[in-house]
């Protein structure tokens, strides 16, 4: 059974730092990909960013690139979100979600195709 657990979310003024984390259990990195989402009120959940299969590839939106950071340490099965410049329109619940089947960039606009969510971390930022 795969459980994803989030950490790490506050609340930070507009320019603040914040880093994210997802803990894996029961899903293993050999085969499609992982991610966050995040989902502000009143809005749909949106893909913010990516890794695929062995770290080999990573997706950002538009609105994160330059911003946020996504890495993962294989041996903790453990996934991050750095998020730097932190603006005011960040401010949503971020989710981490993983599925098992093939991955492109366009998959992070499908939320419903992803298998496994966690319970999501809030992040607010302040202006």
């Known amino acids: 059974q795969v459980q994803l657990v989030e950490s790490g979310g506050g609340s930070v003024q507009a320019g603040g730092s914040l880093r994210l984390s997802c803990a894996a259990s029961?899903?293993?990195?050999?085969?499609?990909?992982m991610g966050w989402f995040r989902q502000a009120p009143g809005k749909e959940r949106e893909g913010v960013v990516g890794?695929?299969?062995?770290?080999?590839?990573?997706y950002y939106a538009d609105s994160v690139k330059g911003r946020f950071t996504i890495s993962q340490d294989n041996a903790k099965n453990t996934l991050y979100l750095q998020m730097n410049s932190l603006k005011p329109e960040d401010t949503a619940m971020y989710y981490c979600?993983?599925?098992?089947?093939?991955?492109?960039?366009?998959?992070?606009?499908?939320?419903?195709?992803?298998?496994?969510w966690g319970q999501g971390t809030q992040v607010t930022v302040s202006s």
């Open positions: 979600a993983a599925r098992h089947n093939w991955c492109s960039d366009g998959i992070w606009f499908y939320p419903a195709r992803f298998s496994y």
């Open positions: 029961g899903y293993t990195y050999s085969s499609g990909c």
């Open positions: 890794i695929y299969t062995g770290g080999s590839s990573t």
